[in-house]
């Protein structure tokens, strides 16, 4: 098993940045891929970006492509979100989560998940 905790969201103006961290426990990071979700109000919760577990494959949905940054550090059993040129609509929980195996952009095949952090993007 692994336990998630995320941090580092916050209040930020259109354009600016924000840098997400996710601190797993457990001894098996580097068998999980990674990924982050977000969910809005009154939406669902949507994939944003996941990170392979070996750190070579990297996927991120159309809306945020170009402008976050997915990484891990298998040695810190750390995963982050580097996001660039922030919108409000970016405005957001965002999750982090982990599954075994094959990578996936489904949230329901995503096994463990963080409390989550609240990225707030004023106009």
């Known amino acids: 098993q692994v336990q998630l905790v995320e941090s580092g969201g916050g209040l930020v103006q259109a354009g600016g940045s924000l840098r997400l961290a996710c601190a797993a426990s457990?001894?098996?990071?580097?068998?999980?891929?990674m990924a982050w979700f977000r969910q809005a109000p009154g939406k669902e919760r949507e994939f944003v970006a996941l990170?392979?577990?070996?750190?070579?494959?990297?996927r991120y949905s159309d809306s945020v492509k170009g402008r976050f940054a997915i990484s891990r550090d298998n040695a810190k059993n750390t995963m982050t979100l580097q996001m660039n040129s922030l919108k409000p609509e970016d405005t957001a929980v965002y999750y982090c989560?982990?599954?075994?195996?094959?990578?996936?952009?489904?949230?329901?095949?995503?096994?463990?998940w963080g409390q989550g952090t609240q990225v707030t993007v004023s106009s």
């Open positions: 990170i392979t577990q070996s750190n070579v494959g990297t």
């Open positions: 457990g001894r098996t990071f580097d068998n999980y891929v």
């Open positions: 989560a982990a599954k075994l195996y094959a990578a996936s952009i489904l949230r329901t095949q995503y096994n463990y």
